[in-house]
C-alpha cells in the first residue's frame, strides 16, 4: 500500500511541478513565450495524463485485492491469527464485497 501511495505523491507532485512551471512560463517575455509555452504546456499534459493514470481507481482497487488476498493466503496456509483474520475467514471476506455493492 507504501508503494501506491508513494507513487501517487510523486505524480501529484510532478503534476503540480509542470503546472508550475507552465505558469511562470506564460508570465516571461514575449519573444520566449511561444517556444517555452509550447514546451511546458506539453510537459503539462504529459503530467497531467501520468498523474490520472497514478489515480486510476480501477488499478489501486485491483491492486488492493491482490495485496489482501495475497495475505489472507500466507495467513490461511500458515494459520496465522495476525491481523484479525482466521481460517476459512479470508475468501469469505473477499467474496462478501462491500456493503455499497449490495445496496446497488
Known amino acids: 500500500m507504501d508503494n501506491i501511495v508513494d507513487s501517487l505523491k510523486n505524480a501529484y507532485q510532478e503534476f503540480i511541478a509542470a503546472a508550475a ?3 511562470e512560463t506564460k508570465e516571461s517575455s514575449a519573444a520566449q513565450k511561444a517556444a517555452a509555452t509550447g514546451a511546458a504546456l506539453e510537459s503539462f499534459k504529459q503530467q497531467w495524463e501520468l498523474f490520472i ?6 488499478e489501486f482497487v485491483e491492486s488492493t ?9 500466507v495467513d490461511e496456509a500458515t494459520g496465522s491469527m ?4 482466521g481460517p476459512g475467514t479470508a475468501s469469505a ?10 445496496a446497488q
Open 93 to 102: 471476506a473477499l467474496d462478501a464485497g462491500f456493503p455499497e455493492d449490495a
Open 65 to 73: 485485492k491482490q495485496r489482501i488476498g495475497s495475505e489472507c493466503l
Open 53 to 58: 493514470v497514478a489515480c486510476d481507481p480501477e
Open 21 to 23: 512551471t507552465l505558469l
Open 82 to 85: 495476525a491481523g484479525g483474520h
